[in-house]
C-alpha cells in the first residue's frame, strides 16, 4: 500500500519558517492536485493549499503572502515553504495526492508544526 510521507515539521519561533516535504513511499500514477491540510487541536481540518499538475495554486486567506507551495512532476513531491509563522499556525500538516488513474485521493499521516510566542 503507497503511503504519502510528510517531513520538515518542528517548533519554530514566531516569525521564523519551516519547509515541509511530501512525498509517495512507491509509485502513484496519474497524479493531478497536490496539496496541504492542517488540523489545530480542537480545530476541523482545513485546506491550506492546492497545486495542480500544471503549477495552478490556490490558498487559504489567513496563509496567503507567507506560505508558497511547488511540486515537483518527476518526483511527485510536494513541498509547503511556510515563512512568518504564527501560533495560530500551530497544526498537524497532511499532505494529499489525487491520482486520476486510480481515482482516489492519497493522504499522508501528518507531520507537526508548534509556532511558539
Known amino acids: 500500500q503507497v503511503q504519502l510521507v510528510e517531513s520538515g515539521g518542528g517548533l519554530v519561533q514566531t516569525g521564523g519558517s519551516l519547509r515541509l516535504s511530501c512525498a509517495p513511499s512507491?509509485?502513484?500514477?496519474?497524479?493531478?492536485?497536490m496539496g496541504w491540510y492542517r488540523q489545530a487541536p480542537g480545530k476541523q481540518r482545513e485546506l491550506v493549499a492546492t497545486i495542480t499538475s500544471g503549477g495552478s495554486t490556490n490558498y487559504t486567506y489567513s496563509v496567503k503572502g507567507r506560505f508558497t507551495i511547488s511540486r515537483d512532476n518527476a518526483k511527485n513531491t510536494v513541498y509547503l515553504q511556510m515563512n512568518s509563522l504564527k501560533p495560530e499556525d500551530t497544526a498537524v500538516y497532511s499532505c494529499t495526492a489525487e491520482s486520476r488513474v486510480y481515482r482516489m485521493t492519497y493522504w499522508g499521516k501528518g507531520t507537526l508544526v508548534t509556532v511558539s510566542t
Open positions: 512507491g509509485t502513484i500514477f496519474g497524479i493531478n492536485s
